[in-house]
C-alpha cells in the first residue's frame, strides 16, 4: 500500500486482543501493514463521544478532526464547551518497539477494558471496547440493522452501492 503519511488510512478489519497487567495491548499484524505510516508518525486515544470505548486516531486523522474544529468560534459557549470535552481526557501514543500500544489507566477506567479487548475498525480510526461491552453493542437488539441503515444510507444519492 502506497500512500503519503498526510492521508486518511481507512482501516478494515475487527480484531481480538489482550490487554497485560500493564494496559499494553500488540497491534496486530494486519493493521500495522494498514496502518504502516502512521505508526511512524503516532495516534491520539480519546473517549468515545457516544459509547463506552476508546477512539483511536492516527495522527492524519485526528488533524483533519482538530481542523474542523478549529473553525469553531471559541467565542461561542456551547463551542468553548463541545471543544472542552471532546478533547478531554486524549493522549498522544505512540506504538513501543514491540508494536505494543499502552492504554493510560484513566481511559482504560472509561472504557471498562479489561483483559479482553476489540479493536474495531470505524472508517478511519479504531475504536477499542471491552470485548463483552462490544458483543453486547452489537448483539442490541433494541436497534433494527436494516431500518437503521435505511435511515443513515438511504437518502444517499443512488451510487450502486447495496
Not at 500495522?32 to 486516531?57: D, M, P
Not at 472542552?84 to 514491540?98: N, Q, W
Not at 492504554?103 to 472508517?123: C, M, N, Q, T, Y
Not at 453486547?136 to 433494541?142: H, L, P, V, Y
Request: charged letters at 25%; glycine letters at 6%.
Amino acid at each position: 500500500m502506497t500512500q503519503n503519511s498526510s492521508a486518511l488510512t481507512r482501516v478494515i478489519g475487527t480484531y481480538e486482543c489482550k490487554l497485560d497487567a500493564k494496559g499494553r495491548f500488540a497491534m496486530p499484524v494486519p493493521l500495522r501493514k494498514q496502518l504502516i505510516h502512521a505508526l511512524e508518525e503516532g495516534f491520539v486515544l480519546k473517549r468515545s463521544v457516544f459509547e463506552s470505548c476508546l477512539e483511536l486516531y492516527p495522527m492524519a486523522a485526528w488533524r483533519a478532526v482538530m481542523q474542523k474544529l478549529n473553525r469553531l468560534n471559541r467565542f461561542v459557549k456551547k463551542n468553548s464547551d463541545f471543544v472542552r470535552l471532546f478533547t478531554a481526557g486524549v493522549k498522544c501514543i505512540e506504538i513501543d518497539g514491540h508494536t505494543r500500544i499502552l492504554v493510560p489507566r484513566d481511559l482504560i477506567g472509561f472504557a471498562g477494558l479489561r483483559k479482553e479487548i476489540v479493536l474495531s475498525s470505524s472508517i478511519d480510526i479504531l475504536e477499542i471496547w471491552d470485548k463483552q461491552r462490544y458483543e453486547d453493542a452489537i448483539g442490541n437488539t433494541a436497534i433494527d440493522f436494516s431500518e437503521l441503515a435505511e435511515d443513515v444510507m438511504g437518502s444517499m444519492p443512488g451510487d450502486g452501492l447495496s
